[in-house]
């Protein structure tokens, strides 16, 4: 009778041909489902260096300085940093507010940092790092809005420009991608506010410049949703390459006003504890569509309200007249 032999499992290999020769080689995703597999691979798995070079690869500005030290302060370094910044934010709905939103409360975070990578078809063309502080009166009252480059900084992309009336707002749609993950070092907590693919692209009233939207929608104060946008311009001279011009982040209520630093550090807070999802382009762009459902809802709602208020403004004016011409007719 012939004898049979187990195959050996791959936990009976060394830790460092594991670690050297399979685990180097894995995604984020694919690394997290294998730490689920056994003790030992949860071990293996959350080895920093793993995650370092995952955050690095994944995103370049995450090898500046500044980020690096925000991140060795998360509580597992690198893979609590991969763990806020992959997945995208997780939308309650307009009825939900936590506890803690309601509440009126000093901000804590001393200052941002921003780590934004811009792509081109997957490949780097632009990164960068802000330092952001949120303390002062003047930051805390006015509209909250960060600005990527300077005033006459552009950045060059492998795009043609085709002029307003050519196919260039679609691709640039397509394949131009952007992260900006906003750091939060004093409670050691990251979120990334961009949508994974522009949910958005239209032309500029004025300029004709193409305005790529890359927006996450978020539970804001009062149970209304808000949206953190990206807003990237491009723009540049036919037969010429496609440049961006501006790039900037803010959070805006369903009224499209811009809200303030305090109400916006509140929102991000919450984003920044709050749940996550699996990133998926098509569900961001529904749930952004969504959004612009009930922001055209609420200015309809607005509308019959200002009409009902003017339509009793007048009749209180009316009446007023009659009140006035009959007292001074029957003198």
């Known amino acids: ?48 260096h793993l995650w370092r070079s995952i955050c690095n690869s994944s995103w ?33 709905g307009p009825a939900y507010q936590s506890e803690k939103a309601r509440q009126v409360r000093v901000p804590e975070t001393s200052e941002f940092i921003s780590a934004v990578d811009i792509y081109c078809d997957e490949k780097l063309v632009y990164s960068k790092v ?14 909250f809005r960060i600005d990527l480059l300077e005033p006459k900084e552009t950045v060059p992309t492998p795009l043609k420009y085709d002029g307003e009336d050519g196919a260039c707002m679609e691709l640039a749609e397509d394949r131009i991608t952007v992260s900006w993950i906003l750091i939060d070092p004093t ?5 990334n506010v961009a949508s994974l693919k522009a949910v958005e692209a239209r032309r500029h009233w004025l300029t004709e410049d193409i305005q790529l939207r890359y927006a996450t929608v978020m539970a804001g104060q009062g149970g209304e949703l808000v949206q953190c946008g990206v807003v990237m311009t491009c723009g540049g001279k036919e037969g010429g390459e496609l440049q961006v011009r501006e790039v ?16 916006s550090l509140v929102i991000l807070d919450e984003a920044m504890e709050g749940q996550r999802r699996k990133s998926d382009s098509k569900s961001e762009k529904a749930i952004y569509e969504s959004f612009l459902s009930m922001k055209v809802e609420c200015r309809e709602r ?30």
Not at 133 to 140: K, P
Not at 187 to 191: M, N
Not at 248 to 263: A, F, K, P, Y
């Open 1 to 48: 009778m012939a004898s049979t032999t187990t195959p050996p499992s791959i936990t009976s290999l060394h830790p460092d041909i594991i670690k050297s020769h399979i685990l180097n080689r894995l995604d984020g995703p694919a690394l997290a489902s294998t730490s689920c597999a056994s003790p030992q691979f949860l071990s293996l798995c959350s080895e920093d």
């Open 60 to 92: 370049p500005s995450t090898t500046h300085p500044t980020v690096r030290r925000a991140i060795a302060a998360f509580p597992s370094g690198h893979r609590s940093f991969y763990s806020d910044s992959f997945p995208s934010v997780r939308c309650r």
């Open 130 to 143: 802000l330092v952001t502080e949120t303390l002062s009166g003047w930051f805390l009252s006015s509209p």
């Open 187 to 191: 409670k050691k907590r990251a979120v």
């Open 248 to 263: 900037s982040m803010q959070v805006e209520d369903m009224e499209g006003r811009t809200l303030t630093g305090i109400d």
């Open 302 to 331: 607005k509308q019959r309200r200002e009409r009902g208020v003017d339509m009793v403004c007048i009749a209180a004016g009316v009446s007023i007249f009659l009140a006035i011409w009959m007292i001074f007719f029957w003198r």
